[in-house]
């Protein structure tokens, strides 16, 4: 968000002082130039923002160093990550004491060997953040494919996560507030006594048909199957809330749709 504030301020300064644009074009530019500053001046209240530049690779704190930032907004802004860090930073798991056993030499060398190799692994992955922020910038143009990658390998996979969570925060409310106008489309006249868990679904279900992330042949199987459950206990003779207990009573409104049903991601 930050990024694109600053590169949005610096043209409409560049259309405001140049006298070959209409003075109309120019005024407009000032008044954009005012609203921009009441909307940075809202990212101090939030470290969200500042979250977002720290973990983008390409930013980091050399974008604040070279936007000028006072150096005890940087040095507070990495403060503040590294104490939220601590939620995710991996912790050595607990271990009861035991009494000593007997042992050879070379089996007494063997455990201590193991336990300095765990040591240092959670050492090193503990220290996360800190050799990130430390490695300089790159050119990354999706950091959500970047984080998302250095998960999956396992590299640096808690530092991996957070970044995910934070990034992938909406900058603004537009999709929240389209997902609500849609509820509102769900729950009609008609369709007033659904059941918050389907109308949850029934919305997440219709945002991941928009961006195309339900297979449609994977849908028809699945929907094809349901069928045939319900075909089979009909002729089986079950009804309404009786049977086994999986089948049981659904509801005020029917067949509950499974949120968490896997839908094939299509790339």
């Known amino acids: ?81 590294r104490e939220t860090w601590q939620t995710y930073a991996p912790t050595p798991s607990a271990t009861t004491p035991s009494a000593p056993v007997a042992s050879t030499p070379a089996l007494y060398d063997f455990d201590r060997y193991r336990k300095q190799k765990r040591s240092a692994a959670v050492s090193t992955a503990s220290d996360q953040l800190e050799a990130y922020l430390s490695e300089p910038v790159l050119n990354i143009e999706d950091p959500l494919a970047y984080w998302n990658e250095k998960r999956l390998i396992g590299a640096c996979p808690e530092l991996a996560q957070m970044a995910l969570d934070y990034l992938t925060i909406p900058a603004t409310s537009v999709d929240v507030e389209q997902a609500f106008s849609f509820g509102r489309q769900t729950v009609s006249l008609y369709r007033h006594s659904l059941s918050k868990s389907t109308i949850r679904a029934s919305i997440v279900f219709g945002n991941r048909c928009k961006e195309g992330l339900v297979d449609d042949e994977e849908l028809v199987t699945l929907l094809r199957n349901k069928a045939s459950r319900a075909g089979r206990r009909g002729e089986s003779g079950v009804s309404g809330g009786q049977g086994d207990g999986d089948e049981g009573d659904e509801g005020e409104d029917g067949d509950e749709m499974d949120l968490d049903a896997e839908w094939t991601v299509i790339e």
Do not use: C
């Open 1 to 81: 968000v930050i990024p694109l504030i600053d590169a949005l301020h610096d043209s409409l300064v560049n259309v405001a002082a140049d006298a070959s644009k209409y003075r109309a074009v120019r005024h407009a530019a000032q008044r954009g130039i005012a609203a921009l500053n009441k909307y940075y001046s809202l990212t101090d209240e939030s470290y969200l923002s500042q979250f977002a530049l720290l973990l983008h690779p390409t930013f980091k704190t050399e974008y604040m160093q070279d936007q000028e930032w006072e150096q005890g907004w940087i040095e507070r802004a990495v403060d503040l990550l």
